[in-house]
């Protein structure tokens, strides 16, 4: 105590005499400091802010269920519905987003953009007054949105909230079939009633609508068949949908889990006359309800294990790319996004339950014949592929360019194979990558090269993957690193120019520099034709080449920090302005006053007795 006020009367003594410049700067350098770094803070914490507002037993329960798939969403492997992206589910055959209000959507050309006016989708509430706390995942290697609810009243305590959690997907294997899972959890010790409440028809002035039985496991269930006509502009399609039928409501007992497996049957013709309507009708409706029988005649565990190993499957190839603070750059949740919507808006034949073995030869053959995919400029700099994904209509509008892009550049063939093939092609574009006449070839400008990039399993013939990095070293230079993952047979690479000799390919990355040529040449060569590499040399007609030079650092700040500055926070350098600015109007004010004024005292604080 004694020190403290010690302390106030040497700052007493300091301010009762003469305020030297010196003086006066450091109590203002020690008030913006204050008022810049500590000021805000304190202000909270006089007001109370910094306390963390009360977290409601739903909001916790919320919470705790989100927790178990923060992994994911931190890998950027999947999105929840409060970022920038939609929740959606497709196979290329049928299409939604997954709210209560969504309508199903079939293929229109490219994409699944042709709305049915359905809505197949089961929302769950409690009936009466109550709370309800929801939130959307969207899992991007399962192709699996799981929506959570989280449901109580006033009068429910923290052990007492009703959880509702649903899993909705389209199958891969069976096209045709919706699948909607159910499960509702009651911990507490009375019995809840939850109102269930599906939209169905929506002003679909063509429906017709009847009741067909159509066996389980577990017996014969009803199920609503609904057939009507789809206007597509030049011609008309019939779509059919069977759906279970529903009670009103549900009871759950204390202490008990619920669950609803529901399974929705969707079918459609090509376009037809007027006078074929009726007969495209019956047939649709077996279509739709077979549909269903197919899907029943699994367990769920089988069901689902056999959706999501098509998915696992389409994402063993892939991309990375390092993250990028630089305002516009394109980023990794985004490339994951826009893959996973291309891929839910195409159809995956080589693993369709329907089909037959001749036409999974000719896939294959499609999804082996890769020559002059990828042609275009590198999808990673065309910005109208990578539009925000906010809306069913802008993630149609994206998915239709994209398709258009690889197929107008060289890679048809591989989108003839479904979506095996579009990810390949995907693969391909992204970086620069293009297959041509024996080898597969990177062709990208160095200078580009100032993020890390990485190509994961590349597919290279039926039995070879490769594996191709990218890295920005520690002089600033970006290098390669190619591998290959498996092979069937010796694969050979060199760099840009291939003046040096081919470099065999194994499990061990090998590094290669990152060359310069005048005129530009592509950067990299694979090929499993020793000869044919060693012809390139003669076929690259090269004038100049070198190492490609550093990048400059403030580009690499760019991109690690989001400032050129070194990467220090904007606060610091506008404090460091500050303190510059306030030195120099006190120097000016001492030399205005030694050399402009005239003779005066300096500033004095003067104390109450010397006015006595």
């Known amino acids: 105590m004694n020190d403290i006020l010690e302390v106030g009367r040497r700052l007493k003594r300091s301010l009762d005499g003469y305020i030297t410049y010196r003086k006066a700067g450091a109590i203002v350098i020690l008030v913006v400091v204050f008022f810049l770094y500590l000021g805000p803070g304190a202000v909270r914490w006089v007001l109370g802010k910094d306390q963390r507002p009360e977290v409601t037993p739903l909001q916790q329960c919320l919470r705790d269920k989100l927790g178990r798939v923060q992994g994911m969403l931190d890998g950027m492997n999947g999105h929840s519905d409060s970022g920038k992206f939609i929740s959606y589910v497709g196979n290329g055959y049928l299409g939604l987003t997954v709210t209560p209000n969504s309508q199903i959507n079939i293929k229109s050309k490219r994409t699944l953009s042709v709305p049915v006016q359905y809505k197949p989708l089961v929302h769950l509430s409690l009936e009466g007054e109550a709370e309800e706390e929801i939130a959307q995942v969207t899992d991007y290697l399962t192709g699996v949105v799981t929506q959570v609810q989280c449901l109580g009243g006033e009068d429910m305590g923290g052990g007492e909230v009703v959880t509702v959690s649903t899993s909705v997907y389209t199958h891969r294997t069976v096209p045709g079939v919706l699948v909607q899972d159910i499960k509702i959890h009651n911990p507490g010790a009375r019995t809840v009633q939850l109102a269930v409440e599906k939209l169905g028809i929506a002003q679909w002035e063509t429906a017709k609508s009847f009741t067909r039985v159509i066996e389980h496991g577990e017996g014969g269930m009803k199920y609503g068949v609904v057939t009507g006509v789809v206007d597509t502009g030049d011609k008309k399609v019939v779509v059919a949908v069977a759906s279970k039928r529903l009670s009103s409501s549900i009871e759950v007992k204390s202490r008990m889990t619920h669950s609803l497996h529901l399974l929705t049957g969707v079918a459609y013709s090509e376009g037809v006359e007027d006078d074929q309507v009726e007969g495209a009708r019956l047939d649709m409706e077996k279509e739709a309800v077979a549909a269903v029988s197919a899907a029943a005649a699994m367990t769920w565990q089988k069901l689902l294990d056999s959706h999501t190993d098509v998915w696992r499957k389409l994402w063993t190839s892939g991309f990375g790319i390092s993250h990028s603070y630089a305002q516009g750059a394109i980023n990794g949740d985004s490339i994951n996004a826009t893959m996973y919507f291309v891929l839910s808006q195409t159809s995956t034949p080589l693993h369709s ?151 065999k390919l194994g499990l061990t990355p090998q590094q290669f520099p ?91 604080i003067r104390k109450y007795s010397d006015y006595g």
């Not at 990152?514 to 060693?534: F, G, N, Q, R």
């Not at 004038?543 to 400032?563: I, N």
Request: glycine share 6%; with cysteine.
């Open 514 to 604: 990152v060359k310069l040529t005048e005129p530009v040449t592509s950067i990299l060569y694979v090929t499993a034709d020793h000869e044919h590499m060693i012809d390139l040399k003669h076929t690259i007609h090269v004038v100049e080449m070198g190492e490609a030079p550093a990048h400059e650092q403030h580009v690499l700040e760019l991109h690690r920090t989001g400032a050129r500055l070194g990467g220090l926070h904007p606060l610091f350098w506008f404090s460091i302005a500050t303190i510059i600015v306030i030195f120099h109007l006190f120097l000016f004010r001492l030399i205005y006053n030694e050399y402009c004024a005239g003779p005066s005292e300096k500033y004095r």
């Open 353 to 503: 339950a329907h089909t037959t073995t001749a036409m999974k030869s000719e896939l294959q053959g499609y999804l082996s014949y890769t020559e002059g995919c990828y042609s275009g400029i590198r999808t990673l700099q065309a910005t109208n592929l990578w539009t925000p994904l906010t809306s069913l209509t802008k993630v149609d509008t994206v998915v239709s360019y994209w398709l258009l892009n690889l197929e107008k550049n060289g890679c048809h063939n591989l989108i003839k194979a479904g979506a095996d093939g579009v990810i390949q092609a995907m693969v391909l574009s992204l970086p620069g990558l293009k297959f041509s006449n024996h080898h597969l070839e990177l062709n990208v400008h160095p200078k580009e090269l100032h993020r890390d990039l990485t190509v994961r399993r590349l597919n290279y013939g039926n039995e070879t993957h490769v594996n191709i990095s990218l890295n920005v070293m520690e002089d600033n230079r970006a290098a390669i690193f190619v591998s290959l993952d498996k092979r069937n047979r010796d694969y050979y690479a060199c760099d840009a120019g291939c003046l040096d000799p081919p470099v």
